[in-house]
């Protein structure tokens, strides 16, 4: 299984950025995805997620009313796009992927990774 993240990159504050995770090796139809960053020194944090079929959403309180999570299935896709960018949003940003009745939102229930995509938001 690859989880493939990009997208990333150097954004002034207030802009925009659309982040892609590309799966391949298992049936992204049928797998939850969701996204998390972690900044330097900080834990690991939920960011977004949904769920196999795009019915359900999640965001994390942070983020709310300023990214957004979509998926295409029939490019084995998922993206978040990030508008109104803060320097706090600087991470990198990890997709994730799932299959079956498990949380959207934690961590520990997400059984493949990709490699992550850096996000800096400059002042």
């Known amino acids: 299984v690859q989880l493939q993240a990009s997208g990333g990159g150097l954004v002034q504050a207030g802009g925009s950025l659309r982040l892609s995770c590309a799966a391949s090796?298992?049936?992204?139809?049928?797998?939850?995805t969701g996204w998390f960053r972690q900044a330097p020194g900080k834990e690991r944090e939920f960011v977004a997620a949904?769920?196999?079929?795009?019915?359900?959403?999640s965001y994390g309180d942070s983020v709310k009313g300023r990214f957004t999570i979509f998926r295409d299935n029939a490019k084995n896709s998922v993206y978040l796009q990030m508008s109104s960018l803060k320097p706090e949003d600087t991470a990198g940003y990890y997709c994730?992927?799932?299959?079956?009745?498990?949380?959207?939102?934690?961590?520990?229930?997400?059984?493949?990774w990709g490699q992550g995509t850096l996000v800096t938001v400059s002042s």
């Open positions: 949904i769920s196999w079929r795009g019915g359900s959403t």
């Open positions: 994730a992927a799932h299959q079956g009745w498990k949380r959207l939102t934690e961590a520990g229930d997400y059984d493949y």
């Open positions: 090796g298992l049936t992204f139809s049928s797998s939850n």
